[in-house]
């Protein structure tokens, strides 16, 4: 039956957002290992976890399938969900410079390491600074590394707290 394979083909993924595109591979198509890529970012799932596409194509090269799904990180973003929040309070203007930089450091190093390690946003109103990311463990992280930075330039003026696993973390200078 000639017909079978395009009608497998065709009707596999139909439940599918994501149509089919038109670039697709030979490669992707239907095989023994399947292959996600997230079209919003292009990280890969592959063994159980995401990755930066580059460090995949080794992989992408073997697979034969391929499935455009968005990756929890990007949903996450896409819906303005987040896991983490850090909240910071009469930050004084002398260390804002210093403090976005760090952020934004450890933003860049985190995606790196793990593509679903996302700052969200850092926002700045009326004085206060609020940074969401896609998971608490960064934002516990970036909250350690703040208070390490900065705790001699602030002597005892400040604290941080959480009380609660899901609650945000809180930063005040006083
Ligand atoms: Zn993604």
Known sequence: ?????????????????????????????????????????????????????????????????????????????????????????????????????LVENMAARAFHDDPMDRVISIKEKNGRIEILTTENQLAQRIAMKIKESFKNKMGSGWQISHSHREDPLRIIWK
């Open 1 to 101: 039956m000639p017909t079978n394979i395009k009608k497998e083909k065709s009707s596999k993924k139909g439940s599918s957002p994501y149509p089919k595109k038109k670039t697709e591979h030979p490669e992707f198509r239907k095989g023994k290992s399947e292959y996600i890529l997230c079209p919003a970012c292009y990280s890969v799932y592959y063994n159980k976890a995401w990755h930066h596409a580059l460090s995949g194509d080794k992989h992408f090269k073997e697979t034969k399938e391929a499935r455009f799904v968005i990756c929890p990180a990007d949903k996450m973003i896409k819906e303005k969900e987040y896991e983490g929040q850090i909240i910071m309070e009469n930050v004084p203007a002398v260390i804002k410079y210093d403090l976005f930089h």
